[in-house]
Structure formats: structure tokens, C-alpha cells
Nanobody
Framework: QVQLVESGGGLVQAGGSLRLSCAASGRTFSMYAMGWFRQAPGKEREFVAAITRNTGNTYYADSVKGRFTISRDNAKKTVYLQMNILKPEDTAVYYC????????????????WGQGTQVTVSS
């Protein structure tokens, strides 16, 4: 079992930046691939970014590539999502996810989800 708690969401103007954090507790953090998903009002939940357990390889949705960066600190049991050049269409609830299989994260089937943090980008 792993528990995930997101923080760092808020209101920002278009072109601005935010950094989301996700603190994990429970079993060894380094055992899990981590990811971020988001869900905008009236839309389906979509994949944003993922990072592998140990090598730190990353994968991004085309919509955020070049603007968002996922990273992790295994010693702090925390994964981050640095979001730059934010756009109004980035407005959504952002969810942190974890799974011991990287493929489950990038295909939208992670075992563990956080409660989400709201990101609102004004135009």
C-alpha cells in the first residue's frame, strides 16, 4: 500500500509556472513508477507525465511536452511536476499516481491515486 498526497496547486495567470508535489508514504517509494494525470471539467481524465522507478526515464503527453517536467526524489519520497508556460487549457484537477509497473502508469491503470489538487490558469 502507498498513500499519495498532492500539493502546490492554485491559481496562476497564463504564461506562469507552478510546481506540484506528491508526497508518498507506505512501502518503499523507489519501488514505484510515478505519474501525473489531470481531469478538466466535463472531460475525461488524461495522462500528463510519468517517471520510472530508478532510471528516471520520463514520458510526456504531447500537449505538455517541452513545458512540463516530472522528477522524483526517492530520499524524500516525493515526485514533482514543474509546469511552465501554463495555458488556460491546462486548468484541471491534477492527480498523482503510483504503480510498481511503469506500463500501468502510462496506460492509465495505476494502482494508487492521490486525491488531486486544483490548478486554474486564467487568461
Amino acid at each position: 500500500q502507498v498513500q499519495l498526497v498532492e500539493s502546490g496547486g492554485g491559481l496562476v495567470q497564463a504564461g506562469g509556472s507552478l510546481r506540484l508535489s506528491c508526497a508518498a508514504s507506505g512501502r518503499t517509494f523507489s519501488m514505484y513508477a510515478m505519474g501525473w494525470f489531470r481531469q478538466a471539467p466535463g472531460k475525461e481524465r488524461e495522462f500528463v507525465a510519468a517517471i520510472t522507478r530508478n532510471t528516471g526515464n520520463t514520458y510526456y503527453a504531447d500537449s505538455v511536452k517541452g513545458r512540463f517536467t516530472i522528477s522524483r526524489d526517492n530520499a524524500k519520497k516525493t515526485v514533482y511536476l514543474q509546469m511552465n508556460i501554463l495555458k488556460p487549457e491546462d486548468t484541471a484537477v491534477y492527480y498523482c499516481t503510483a504503480d510498481d509497473r511503469y506500463t500501468n502508469v502510462i496506460t492509465g491503470r495505476p494502482a494508487y491515486w492521490g486525491q488531486g489538487t486544483q490548478v486554474t490558469v486564467s487568461s
